[in-house]
């Protein structure tokens, strides 16, 4: 199977359900459009936090997420400023 380019960023309705620490991760579920997606974590980057989708390892060893949608920038901060306000 090919993989698709996604280059259009679509409006969202994220909702932050549910968000833990678990040492340095932080652990979150979120409702976006309408749709429950459980497990993404926020992750530090070297430019700046971003969002890390449910993913599971191949064979191969390399992850794969299961559920993904592109986001801007700005859809990204928001949803993380929703998880600080959780915790």
Not at 39 to 68: C, M, Q, T
């Amino acid at each position: 199977m090919k993989k698709k380019e996604v280059n259009e960023v679509v409006d969202v309705n994220a909702k932050v359900t549910r968000a833990n620490q678990v040492d340095d991760v932080v652990f979150f579920d979120m409702e976006l459009n309408g749709v429950s997606i459980y497990g993404l974590k926020v992750v530090e980057g070297s430019r700046g936090d971003f969002i890390g989708w449910p993913s599971h390892k191949g064979k191969d060893g390399k992850y794969y997420n299961y559920a993904w949608c592109k986001l801007s920038d700005e859809q990204q901060k928001d949803i993380i400023h929703q998880v600080e306000e959780m915790l």
